[in-house]
């Protein structure tokens, strides 16, 4: 299960605890590519678990130009905060056709009576994910185009290793150029541009699919990636 491999990064899940996570896949659901399961301003307090395939979190501006807040691959939780807030501030679509568990607010806070250092873990996911959008409005304000599209794609890469879907040579993506540059705040022909570069450098190919790291640590370097905001060195609980 993802979610397991993602929170054992913080957590050393027991197995009362690994269970009590598997009891939360009692309601499964999928949905197919570009049809929202969540809708900003509604109000159901209900999240979802990713178990397979990408979806991406965004907010439409009044002239219709879209943010993408950020992408979710499996183990990632879908519209947590819809749990917790009165209504959902953001939208979700499937990038791809998505397999996730439903999970409503009694099933999240009977797991945490069960074994509170669940709650613990979920908190700690919640705040790495802070920390991505952080990461993120600091690439968007500062960083040069090349860099930002570096940065992107390691810290992709990053996230994907941690539940075994990547690695320093690279990983696969469903992500077309819009999808990446609604991420990063440039156009598609700009994005284009950048991954030609950075080909060129022989730094990183992103084609039919895949991304390949062609020079991991060099591309580190030039995008000045440094993974510790992602906090994925090993259990901070016992």
């Known amino acids: 299960m993802p979610l397991v491999r993602k929170l054992s990064a913080f957590v050393a899940l027991s197995a009362e605890e ?28 209900t999240a979802y678990i990713l178990m397979s395939g990408w979806a ?8 219709g130009q879209r943010q993408i807040i950020d992408f979710q691959i499996p183990g990632d939780f879908l519209a947590l ?10 939208s979700v679509e499937p990038v791809t056709d998505i397999e996730v568990t439903e999970v409503l607010k009694s099933d999240l ?25 952080v990461e993120h409005l600091v690439g968007i304000g500062r960083r040069d185009a090349a860099v930002r599209v570096a940065h992107f794609l390691l810290e992709l890469g990053a996230r994907l290793s941690l539940v075994g879907m990547g690695d320093k040579a690279g990983f696969a993506c469903p992500l077309t150029q819009y999808f990446v540059a609604d991420a990063i705040g440039l156009s598609a022909v ?9 080909r060129e450098k022989g730094l990183l190919t992103f084609r039919d699919g895949i991304v390949r790291f062609d020079d991991y640590d060099r591309l580190v370097e030039f995008a000045q990636f440094d993974a510790a905001y992602l906090d994925q060195i090993g259990p901070l609980l016992a």
Not at 191 to 197: A, D, H, M
């Open 18 to 45: 690994i269970s009590v996570l598997e009891s939360l896949r009692k309601r499964r659901r999928t949905f197919v590519a570009g049809r929202d399961l969540v809708h900003q301003g509604q109000s159901d307090q």
């Open 56 to 63: 991406c979190s965004y907010k439409i501006l009044a002239d």
């Open 81 to 90: 905060r819809s749990v917790l807030l009165h209504m959902s501030d953001h």
């Open 109 to 133: 806070l009977e797991a945490f009576a069960q074994t509170p250092r669940l709650a613990l873990a979920i908190f700690w996911a919640a705040s790495r994910d802070e920390a991505m959008v």
């Open 190 to 198: 700009h994005v284009n541009r950048v991954l030609r570069q950075l």
